[in-house]
C-alpha cells in the first residue's frame, strides 16, 4: 500500500510541478518513472521502457505530421478563408463563424493550442473593431476549438481510443466525437445569448439600411461598431442617439469603401491543396468506420503527400507537436508503469469500494474537472482513463458513457484563463479589455468546472438504469 501511495504521490507531484513551473508533464514523469523502479521497487529499468506506448507514439507522430503538412501547402489556411467569406461582414454571425472555423480546423486534426493560437489574434481584433464583446468572442473560440478535441483523427480522441482499446475495451469513437460536438454546441448556445450576441443580432434586425457585402469585397461596416455603442470591456449598450450616429458612419463608411481599393483576395486553391485535403478526408472517414491503425495511417498519408509534392511539404516535419509527444508518451509511460506495480487496480478497489458506480464516475470526472483547469488536459485525461480502467472492465459502467463524461469534463474547463488555450485568448484581447476578459474567463470557467461533472452524468445514467 505504500508503494502505492508514493507512485500517486509522484504522479501529484508531476502535476504541480507542471502547473506552476511551466515543466512538461511528460518528462517529469519519466523522471518519475526512473525513480520508482530504481529506487522504490527494485526493478530495473527495463521495466519503465516496457510500459512505453510505441503504438501512441507512432499515432501522435503521424496525425501531428499529417496536419503539419496541410498547415505548410497552405490547405488549413484556405479552409479558414472560405469560411470568413461566408459572413458577409454581420457582427452577429461572427462568433460563430470563430466557433466555426475553430471547431473545423481541430476537427481536422490539429492541436486546440494551435488552433487557439491562429484563430485568437484575429477573433479578438475582429472582436474589438466590430463592439463585440471580447468575453464573447473569447469563449466562442475556446469552446469551438473544444468541438474538435475528441475527432477520432485529433490526437484527445485518438489517445481515448487506443487506450480504451490496449485495455481491452470497445471504444465508440463516432459516439465519443459527436457528444462532444453537441455538449459545446448547446454551451455555445449559452455564450452567445449571455455575452451580448442577442445584442448584435436585435441591433441589425432593427437597421434595415444597413449594407453587407458580398462575398469577397470589402466591409463597408458592422453592426457592432456603427449601429451600437460599444461600453468599455466590449459590452454593447445602444441608444437612440448611438444608432443615428451610427447610421451616418454607415453612410460614410460605405461611400469610403465604395472609393477605396479592393477587398483581399481570396486565398487560390490549386491540386496540392484538392489533394490534401481529400487526404485528410479520406484518414477521417476510414478512422470513423475502419480498423486500421490511425497512427500508421495517418503517417503513410503524410508520406505519400511529400512524395507527391516534396516542395509544398517541405518543413513540414518541424511541425510534429514534440512536446505533446513527450507529454502524452511519458504520462502514459508512467500510467503504464502503475499498472504494472498493481497502483491502478489499488486505486481502482478503492473507486469501487464508494458502492455506488455513479459516485465513483462523479468523482473520476470531478477530479478531471478540477485539475485540467491549471494542468494539461491532455495529460489529465492520459491518466483518467487508465485509472478508470478496473472500474470500466468491471461491467458496472457503460464505456461510452464514461469515457464521454470524462473527456468533456476535462476539456470544456479549459476556458479558463489558467489553461493553455485560455491564456492564449486572454493575451489577444486589448489592453484595456483584459481585466474585463480575465474576470468573464475566471466566473465561466469556475461555472464549467462545478456543472461538467454534474452535467455530464446524463452519459452515464441511462447504462446503470
Known amino acids: 500500500m505504500q508503494v502505492h501511495l508514493l507512485a500517486i504521490a509522484v504522479l501529484a507531484l508531476a502535476f504541480l510541478l507542471g502547473a506552476l513551473r511551466g515543466i512538461n508533464l511528460g518528462a517529469v514523469a519519466l523522471v518519475g518513472g526512473g525513480a520508482m523502479v530504481l529506487l522504490v521497487t527494485g526493478k530495473g529499468v527495463d521495466e519503465l521502457y516496457a510500459a512505453f506506448p510505441a503504438d501512441l507514439f507512432v499515432l501522435l507522430i503521424g496525425v501531428t505530421f499529417l496536419f503539419g503538412i496541410a498547415a505548410v501547402n497552405g490547405t488549413i489556411e484556405w479552409v479558414v478563408d472560405v469560411l470568413s467569406r461566408s459572413v458577409r461582414g454581420r457582427a452577429s454571425v461572427m462568433p460563430w463563424l470563430l466557433f466555426l472555423i475553430a471547431g473545423v480546423v481541430t476537427s481536422l486534426g490539429a492541436l486546440a493550442p494551435v488552433v487557439v493560437g491562429l484563430v485568437a489574434p484575429i477573433g479578438m481584433r475582429l472582436a474589438k473593431k466590430h463592439g463585440i464583446s471580447p468575453r464573447l468572442a473569447g469563449l466562442m473560440i475556446l469552446h469551438g476549438a473544444c468541438c474538435g478535441n475528441f475527432s477520432p483523427v485529433n490526437l484527445l480522441g485518438a ?112 491540386r496540392i491543396k484538392g489533394l490534401t485535403l481529400a487526404v485528410i478526408v479520406v484518414v477521417g472517414v476510414i478512422a470513423m468506420v475502419g480498423k486500421v491503425d490511425l497512427g500508421i495511417l495517418a503517417l503513410s498519408a503524410a508520406v505519400i503527400l511529400m512524395v507527391v509534392a516534396p516542395k509544398s511539404s517541405a518543413g513540414a516535419a518541424k511541425r510534429i507537436a514534440w512536446d505533446v509527444v513527450l507529454l502524452i508518451c511519458g504520462v502514459v509511460t508512467y500510467v503504464g508503469l502503475l499498472n504494472e506495480i498493481g497502483t491502478i487496480k489499488f486505486v481502482g478497489d478503492a473507486a469501487n469500494s464508494l458502492g455506488s458506480p455513479l459516485a465513483t464516475a462523479f468523482l473520476i470526472c470531478l477530479i478531471g474537472a478540477v485539475v485540467s483547469a491549471f494542468a494539461s488536459s491532455a495529460g ?39 489553461s493553455t488555450i485560455g491564456a492564449v485568448v486572454l493575451s489577444n484581447a486589448d489592453a484595456e479589455d483584459r481585466d474585463y476578459t480575465y474576470r468573464g474567463f475566471l466566473s465561466w470557467g469556475a461555472l464549467m468546472v462545478v456543472t461538467a461533472p454534474v452535467l455530464t452524468m446524463a452519459f452515464v445514467l441511462p447504462g446503470l438504469l
Open 380 to 418: 489529465i485525461i492520459a491518466v483518467l482513463i487508465p485509472l478508470a480502467m478496473p472500474f470500466l472492465l468491471s461491467g458496472q459502467i457503460s464505456v461510452t458513457g464514461m469515457a464521454i463524461a470524462v473527456a468533456i469534463s476535462a476539456t470544456v474547463v479549459d476556458s479558463t484563463p489558467f
Open 159 to 270: 489517445t481515448v481510443n487506443s487506450t480504451l482499446e490496449r485495455g481491452g475495451l470497445d471504444p465508440s469513437p463516432i459516439a465519443l466525437f459527436l457528444a462532444n460536438i453537441g455538449y459545446n454546441v448547446l454551451l455555445g448556445v449559452v455564450i452567445y445569448c449571455s455575452f451580448g450576441g442577442l445584442k448584435l443580432w436585435r441591433a441589425e434586425r432593427d437597421t434595415p439600411a444597413l449594407a453587407f457585402p458580398a462575398v469577397g469585397q470589402p466591409a463597408v461596416a458592422t453592426v457592432g461598431a456603427a449601429a451600437i455603442a460599444t461600453e468599455p470591456g466590449g459590452t454593447s449598450g445602444g441608444t437612440s442617439g448611438g444608432t443615428s450616429g451610427g447610421a451616418a458612419r454607415t453612410s460614410a463608411a460605405g461611400s469610403e469603401a465604395a472609393a477605396g481599393p479592393p477587398g483581399p483576395q481570396p486565398l487560390g486553391f490549386d
